[in-house]
């Protein structure tokens, strides 16, 4: 597992980027782990999901929504 720091991350985003693909990253801010880059196909693995991102973004069903206007909101036009 390879570890960077957060500075290191801002300079060469792409070098990280390529260490994700043969295993997580660790990020460390101030010298302490914050957070894991991984491949998407390692994110679908640890949560069980197999699932394309493009399917994710896809709604199953239509949501009724019916925006309701505040009382008092809107502005007398003067002319």
Sequence with gaps: M???TSRELNHDVSAVKR???RGPVVITDHGR???VL???ADYQRLTGTDVSLADAFV???EI???PVRPEGSARE???
């Design 59 to 61: 709604m199953p069903e």
């Design 19 to 21: 260490a994700a693909a």
């Design 2 to 4: 390879s570890v960077v």
């Design 38 to 40: 991984l491949t998407f």
């Design 33 to 35: 782990p914050s957070h």
């Design 64 to 66: 009724e929504f019916e």
């Design 77 to 79: 036009v003067d002319w």
